[in-house]
């Protein structure tokens, strides 16, 4: 019989063990070899050489807690100051990682065998590795996924659509500007514009939004540009076809679009008795779609993920416990 372990403790060990997007292997081998010691039933996945998924599993035929091992770069060794848990992934999803192990294995403890654990890579760069779960022969009717919703179970998350924009020109002299046409002058115009658009709201969601996050164009300060490109991230409330036909008739005649990734948005199962709130970001769960209706819970905030300061109140990180196996068998009942 093993003794309960410390989450803020193994939040910390896992801290220390770095795991960017594509280089997770030596947190799937701590996790694997630490649920193996507990007598789990423990599958590696691989996913490419060197990485893989981790299923842990007993029963089956009931709960899967999830989340992912990989974290943003650069790596952020752990400390531990004022009550709080600092470090990369210390929210974002290490320390839920733990929160979920020890929770299972106070399920297990309590005689509760119809709990799995699934962990996986390359979340924070396409999800190759919840792709690749999806093809596990999963039993599980129900998913509690974890991603850092403050402690309030999420009732729905945002969709993301992304979208290259190409506005074209003539190219010319600089001193001669009159004989070309700039391919920037109209994407500035167009981009202006976006807030103006209609966009989509949902009663649960909310507002649709739009980032633009990359504008490239033009050769030399000296040369008229002759394209021009902007990337953006719309967060979507809704059905994608509502989005693009806004942004059809916006571009007809000015721009082509090309859409590139996307998720959609989704609600999701909530229980009484837990605060609800929407999330405006995306998570792994519409890949999960095999392992049971699903659920979004954790600790910590998205507001400092992907900081230099990331981190977890210590306090909310052993609730986190709690309400993992809370949820748990509420889910069992």
């Known amino acids: 019989m093993t003794t309960a372990t410390d989450v803020v403790a193994l939040a910390a060990e896992l801290l220390a063990i770095p795991s960017t997007t594509r280089e997770e292997g030596a947190a799937v081998d701590f996790v694997s070899r630490w649920l193996v010691a507990r007598d789990w039933n423990v599958t590696v996945q691989e996913v490419t050489p060197g990485r893989g998924n981790i299923w842990a599993s007993r029963k089956g035929g009931g709960v899967t807690l999830s989340t992912h091992l990989d974290t943003v770069p650069p790596y952020v060794p752990p400390r531990r100051s004022d009550g709080k848990l600092y470090g990369r992934g210390a929210c974002d999803a290490k320390g839920i990682a733990a929160a979920m192990m020890v929770a299972a294995d106070r399920l297990v403890a309590m005689g509760e065998q119809r709990v799995d654990l699934l962990f996986v890579v ?194 909310e990180l052993r609730a986190s416990v709690d309400a993992y196996v809370q949820l748990t068998k509420h889910l069992l009942k």
């Open 122 to 315: 390359g979340e924070e760069r396409g999800s190759d590795g919840a792709r690749m779960a999806n093809q596990l022969p999963a039993t599980s009717k129900w998913l509690i996924n974890g991603e850092p919703t403050e402690s309030v179970l999420a009732s729905g998350c945002k969709g993301a659509q992304r979208v290259i924009i190409r506005t074209k020109g003539r190219e010319a002299h600089s001193a001669y500007a009159h004989l070309g046409e700039s391919a920037i002058t109209p994407m500035l115009a167009m981009l202006q514009e976006l807030q103006s658009l209609k966009l989509p709201v949902d009663d649960v969601l909310g507002p649709s939004t739009v980032n633009v996050g990359l504008i490239k164009g033009g050769t030399e300060a000296n040369i008229v540009p002759g394209a021009c490109e902007a990337e953006m991230m719309i967060r979507l409330v809704g059905d994608v076809k509502d989005v693009k036909k806004i942004l059809e008739p916006w571009a007809k005649g000015r721009a082509e679009l090309e859409y590139g990734s996307f998720i959609p948005a989704q609600h999701f199962h909530v229980v009484p008795g837990f605060k609800t709130a929407p999330m405006a970001y995306t998570s792994d769960i519409p890949l999960l779609g095999n392992w049971g209706t699903p659920l979004l819970y954790g600790p910590g905030s998205i507001h400092v993920a992907h900081t230099p300061d990331e981190y977890i109140a210590e306090d």
